[in-house]
């Protein structure tokens, strides 16, 4: 073996060995050892690029790690394949959605083929084709049955000119993305799922997940709980206006109420003198995002509505406005403004005249101003006011919450069609389980406009009259088909039911979900939603999908970005960094690698260039997988270096080891061999720590480094035992597979091993040879010798340490019961003395 590293040479054919002995697929009968990682499914677009081989190739070392230890890893891959971006692409270029979605998928099972980055292909699912989405409309009927899918009337963004409604993101400063018309708001009926239902719930369980601290704040946050009261206000026409508070003890202080524009009593509150300025008023805040009404520093706008309420604390008239920095969707719509402790209600005030009333003392919290309840301290204002309102039936405490429901209907072709029909007779009617999948039609120019265009697939027959009806023609969001899909992949080519609940069972929780934090909010709130859904309705017997999450930081690469036009990619960036088309100085920006600011870079060239190995150990090594870190070629070709050393080392060692077939104790080696046997007991302790703890997996590689240089400088040594040798390859080879696979499976095919690395097993380090040689260590209490230490020779050399060990001693700990130390010595390599008296 005196070839040089040559990559190619060796990386194909243990792509196809992988793959014949069906190294990556799960044993499903049995789960005593089970482990299911899931990586995030990716939405198939365009081509990988470097920055993806954090979240993938992170996963496939975790992985190899697991399958060496003995887990039974359930690891499948699948393509969360419908949605927009298809549909854009397919009208672009004026092809089915479908044949442009393959086509990316084949791209990327290429890619992940040559980064040696494996999965249960057996288990593959792609959320567009309707062996997974007639499930995915399964889901939605036990939803609906569950009355926890309903259908309720909401804005949506029209273009006139598209003659479609277009997605939130499709929006850029309130007009079409694709014709540039002006965005119209339409008020259509549309589908909802309730997970508002499950706030409490999916706010508690986040307790018991091993997942990111910051994650779990996004989604309590998200959730929004805030603890308050409802108080009932009185209008002087009789209807009753409840509004949230969460400052009751301020109640004293309302001296107006305010109302969202779009609250249902607006109309039959308002005198008919201010109606026109009121339905213009109205017109005007329809047209807003929520984003823009709820900026805080905003100037506040509003109109009056010409009627009064009542204050029930204190029997005051106060005047009802209508203001869009008001909620319609939080709380009750409605609130009592309290201008004298609340900011907007302040700013609001101020613009329009109304009276500012102070209730709280601002130094004490004490109520003052306030009736009956003067007095009240400031720490017991809020129980005493909800007591008060209980007991006078005008209010009580209650909870509120930020989370909406979930919006699911979208009025696109490529997605699930919603199954459901509407019946003139009946009204909506399910479609019954077994007519399942309702298929997406078959059209030629599909994407431009929705299922109600395609007048073949709206007509159809009520399932319950059998009179004429028409189908739903929304389409579901595709945050649907990824909330459920790691239940699919247990059960990934049953045509009988969504999953095979036994086997969910057995295999979820997922242990580990591995993905980008983008997700941190609405697909993971989601995906436990949907669980917890199908968890009350007895589906499964778990709560939680996703037991421990790790989020993966970005890989960042200059952009380029040229003042006049577009993204340059650094490659074409002119002299003294000019845009190569106009000249202009181009603004340099460090960001997440991205197609579409053309700063990526490809694993082709990569691959091309150094091999799969070296992108693989320089992608884990280059820093905290959990951090955002830039890219550099400098590193990719350390890397490189690295695994040339270890080869051309493997390349004189291994011919004179190979026969080797003992292994050496600590006892038969000298001090330099016992000191090599440590430190590589020592690698394998902190990467089997790493794997299984923090995944520091950039540290992991660090050690394998100076691991390899220490070895390397054995092997210089004149009395180099070759047992030692073999023990040290066979263990550094088997290290290195999660990081280097095609490698390592060189080197073990090079060992004499016909089978491949992955089943030779992981190595188990012993503790005791961990340890560095012991010193005896006498301990003496008031003069006389009372126990002897043996302590590892570098702790010998800490007095601190020393002392803590003395104290800690059975022998001593017990001779000092009930006396105390007066004095306590310790010399470095000596002794340890005890002074009591
Ligand atoms: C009186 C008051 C006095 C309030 C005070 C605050 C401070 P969080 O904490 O986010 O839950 N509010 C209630 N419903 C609203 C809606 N639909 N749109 C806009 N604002 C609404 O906010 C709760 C507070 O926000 C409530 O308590 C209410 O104002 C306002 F010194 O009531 B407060
Ligand atoms: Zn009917």
């Known amino acids: 073996m005196s070839e040089a590293y040559e990559p190619h040479r060796i990386e194909e054919r243990w792509r196809d060995v992988w793959r014949e002995r069906r190294l990556f697929s799960a044993d499903m009968e049995a789960a005593e050892t089970k482990y299911y990682y899931l990586n995030m499914f990716p939405y198939p677009s365009g081509k990988l690029h470097a920055g993806h081989g954090r979240n993938y190739i992170l996963g496939d070392a975790i992985v190899r790690f697991l399958i060496m230890r003995g887990y039974n890893v359930l690891n499948p891959m699948g393509w969360d394949a419908f949605g927009l971006p298809a549909e854009n692409a397919a009208i672009e270029q004026g092809r089915h959605p479908r044949e442009w979605t393959w086509e990316n998928?084949?791209?990327f099972k290429?890619?992940?083929r040559a980064w040696g980055v494996e999965y249960d292909w057996e288990r593959e699912v792609a959320t567009c084709e309707p062996d997974y989405y007639r499930w995915t409309q399964w889901l939605f009927l036990k939803l609906y049955e569950a009355g926890l899918a309903y259908r309720a009337r909401a804005k949506t963004n029209y273009c006139m000119r598209c003659a479609t409604v277009l997605a939130n993101e499709q929006v850029v400063d309130g007009r079409c993305e694709r014709c540039g018309c002006v965005v119209e708001k339409r008020e259509l009926p549309q589908w909802f799922f309730r997970i508002t239902a499950y706030a409490q719930q999916l706010l508690d369980d986040l307790e018991q997940l091993e997942w990111p601290e910051h994650v779990k704040k996004m989604q309590e946050n998200w959730i929004g709980r805030s603890e308050g009261a409802e108080v009932v206000f009185r209008a002087e026409g009789g209807q009753e206006i409840p509004v949230f508070t969460t400052r009751p003890d301020t109640l004293w202080g309302a001296t107006f109420m305010v109302l969202a524009p779009e609250h249902p009593l607006v109309e039959s509150l308002t005198s008919t003198e201010l109606w026109p300025e009121v339905e213009e008023y109205r017109r005007r805040a329809a047209g807003k995002t929520e984003l823009e009404r709820t900026v805080a520093d905003r100037e506040k706008t509003g109109?009056?509505?010409?009627?009064?309420?009542?204050?029930?604390?204190?029997?005051?008239?106060?005047?009802?406005?209508?203001?869009?920095?008001?909620?319609?969707?939080?709380?009750s719509g409605a609130i009592m403004a309290v201008p004298a402790h609340d900011e907007r209600d302040h700013a609001f005030a101020l613009e329009y005249g109304l009276p500012i009333v102070s209730v709280i003392d601002s130094d004490r919290g004490t109520m003052i101003n306030s009736g009956p309840l003067t007095g009240t301290p400031g720490e017991e204002a809020v129980d005493t006011v909800c007591r008060w309102l209980a007991e006078k039936g005008l209010g009580k405490a209650t909870v509120s919450y930020r989370l909406r429901d979930w919006l699911i209907s979208r009025q696109r072709y490529w997605g699930a069609p919603i199954p459901m029909v509407h019946c003139p007779v009946c009204g909506v009617v399910p479609v019954p389980e077994d007519e399942l999948p309702v298929l997406l039609p078959e059209v030629s120019v599909p994407g431009k406009l929705g299922l109600s265009d395609v007048s073949e697939f709206?007509?159809?027959?009520?399932?319950?009259?059998?009179g004429e009806a028409a189908r739903d023609t929304d389409t579901m969001d595709t945050f649907v088909d990824s909330s459920w899909?790691?239940?699919?992949y247990v059960s990934a080519n049953d045509d009988a039911q969504a999953f095979d609940p036994e086997l969910a069972n057995r295999w979820l929780p997922v242990d580990l979900y591995v993905g980008g934090v983008e997700h941190a909010i609405l697909h993971l709130l989601y995906s436990r939603f949907i669980t917890k859904a199908l968890h009350a309705q007895g589906y499964v017997a778990f709560n939680e999908p996703f037991r421990r999450l790790f989020t993966q930081g970005m890989i960042t690469y200059p952009a380029y970005r040229c003042p006049t036009h577009h993204w340059i990619s650094p490659s074409a960036v002119g002299e003294g960094g000019l845009c190569p088309d106009c000249g202009e100085k181009l603004e340099v920006s460090l960001l997440a690698m991205s197609k579409s600011k053309k700063n990526v870079v490809s694993p082709d060239l990569l691959i091309d260039?150094?091999?799969?190995?070296?992108?693989?150990?320089?992608?884990?090594?280059?820093?905290?997988?959990d951090r955002e870190i830039e890219w550099s070629e400098e590193g990719m070709r350390g890397a490189w270096r690295f695994l040339n050393r270890v080869w051309s080392l493997a390349a004189e060692q291994l011919p004179q080891v190979v026969e080797a077939d003992s292994v050496p104790s600590l006892e038969e080696l000298d001090p330099v061999g016992r000191q090599l046997l440590r430190d590589l007991h020592r690698t394998v302790k902190k990467l089997t720590d790493e794997f299984e703890g923090r995944l520091g997996l950039n540290t992991c590689v660090a050690a394998l480094m100076e691991f390899s240089s220490s070895f390397g400088a054995y092997c210089q040594h004149a009395a180099a035992d070759s047992r030692l040798m073999r023990q040290v390859w066979e263990w550094l080879v088997r290290m290195m597979a999660p990081f280097t696979p095609f490698f390592s499976e060189e080197l073990w095919h090079r060992l004499g091993y016909t089978e491949s690395v992955l089943e030779?097993?992981?190595p188990d380090y012993d503790p005791r040879a961990l340890a560095s040689d012991t010193v005896e260590i006498p301990v003496q209490i008031d003069g006389k010798v009372r126990a002897r230490l043996q302590v590892p020779a570098d702790m010998a050399d800490d007095a601190r340490a020393l002392e803590q060990a003395a104290l800690n001693h059975d022998?001593?700990?017990?001779?000092?019961?009930?006396?105390?130390v007066r004095r306590l010595i310790a010399v470095p390599r000596k002794m340890v003395s005890i002074v009591t008296q």
């Open 485 to 488: 899909y790691y239940l699919r």
């Open 110 to 112: 290429r890619q992940f």
């Open 609 to 625: 260039r150094y091999g799969a190995d070296a992108e693989r150990l320089y992608t884990l090594f280059m820093g905290p997988p």
């Open 303 to 331: 109109v009056f509505t010409g009627a009064y309420a009542v204050n029930p604390a204190n029997g005051q008239r106060i005047p009802i406005w209508v203001a869009d920095y008001v909620m319609m969707g939080y709380g």
């Open 811 to 820: 022998a001593i700990s017990a001779r000092l019961e009930g006396r105390s």
């Open 105 to 107: 998928i084949a791209e």
């Open 458 to 466: 709206v007509a159809t027959c009520c399932p319950r009259c059998g």
């Open 760 to 762: 030779a097993g992981w």
